[in-house]
């Protein structure tokens, strides 16, 4: 159950990994995010997170692997999912907007 809900955890830090770095690919391609601070705001903002998950990523695969009690593991993978839930929302924002500025 704890290995279980570890690699749960595991998964949502590569999802947000990935989300991260197909965020700041695509809103470098599509975007004028230098013209203006929110568009700054959100290129360095989702690229520190990004960079924070590849820490989190190369940890995962160089580490000692050790299993924690459930009270650790749970908040852990509930933590990693919320974020990468948030990251995969972000760049479906990126990309509706983009969408509708093409139907234009």
Request: glycine residues 4%.
């Amino acid at each position: 159950m704890i290995f279980a809900i570890h690699l749960v955890g595991d998964a949502a830090v590569w999802v947000s990994l990935a989300s991260a770095l197909a965020f700041c690919a695509t809103y470098a391609v599509v975007a004028p995010w230098r013209r203006s601070a929110e568009g700054l705001h959100l290129m360095t903002f989702t690229a520190v997170v990004g960079l924070a998950f590849a820490w989190i990523a190369y940890r995962t695969v160089t580490g000692p692997h050790q299993t924690l009690p459930l009270s650790t593991e749970a908040p852990r993978t509930a933590m990693y999912a919320a974020l990468a839930g948030l990251l995969v929302w972000r760049l479906a924002l990126l990309f509706r907007a983009q969408l509708r500025r093409r139907k234009r």
